[in-house]
């Protein structure tokens, strides 16, 4: 039974460009949240999809997008890219309902120079 | 906006003695969740509350839900050194979870 899996595990970009992250869920899940981790710093939240929508949104700019496929996989895009934006993202998924617990990938670790 | 505040930041432990860590928030929460990141690791789920007051135990792992459901706790008794991580709790007021920041046990054998 694969858990959470993410690509890719590290990335490199530099400022301004753009960068698009992925993620398939845990199987039976079919919710998919995004998260943000700056060094020493909890998870963020930026945005959960389910049934290929975007139902909630953290306190992140336009400039964070992201999609949901009929497969429940999901991409988180970021464009415009900052120095900010170092950082780990992690993606967890679950099963739809209030707040159910999240399992987390191993997580993409981006490195803007 | 909804503030999660985890208190110590960091906690120095012997192998054997206890480690209590603290979580308030700002505002009433729906449930409140528990973490354990490994370093180097993803957050692992450890476990949910929802009821005002509620207590649950894991083996030497003891989680709490205050009244008001602002605060709560999570208490490991005997430490050991497989317990080294950050312990983060992430709670709820609407749908969005809130993580606090972490507090990080150190094990010393």
């Known amino acids: 039974d694969a858990g959470v899996t993410q690509s890719p595990t590290h990335l490199i970009k530099t400022r301004g460009q753009q960068v698009t992250l992925r993620c398939s869920p845990k199987?039976?899940?079919?919710?998919v949240s995004w998260y943000q981790q700056a060094l020493g710093q909890g998870p963020q939240f930026i945005f959960q999809?389910?049934?290929?929508?975007?139902?909630q949104r953290g306190n992140f700019p336009d400039r964070f997008s992201g999609h949901q496929f009929p497969n429940y996989s999901s991409e988180l895009n970021v464009n415009a890219l900052l120095l900010g934006d170092s950082a780990l993202y992690l993606c967890a998924s679950s099963r739809r309902g209030v707040l159910q617990p999240q399992h987390f990938g191993d997580g993409t670790r981006l490195s803007i120079l | 906006g909804q503030q999660v505040m985890q208190i110590p930041q960091y906690q120095h432990v012997q192998e054997g003695e206890d480690f209590t860590t603290y979580c308030n928030s700002s505002?009433?929460?729906?449930?409140i969740q528990w973490y354990k990141q490994r370093p180097g690791g993803h957050p692992v789920f450890l476990i949910q509350l929802v009821k005002s007051g509620e207590v649950k135990k894991q083996k030497r792992l003891t989680f709490q839900f205050g009244e008001a459901k602002k605060n709560s706790s999570l208490h490991i008794t005997a430490t050991q050194t497989t317990d080294v991580g950050t312990y983060f709790c992430a709670g709820a007021e609407s749908y969005i979870p809130t993580f606090g920041r972490g507090t990080s046990l150190i094990v010393h054998p």
């Open positions: 505002t009433t929460l729906s449930n």
């Open positions: 999809y389910y049934e290929e929508e975007e139902r």
């Open positions: 199987s039976g899940h079919d919710t």
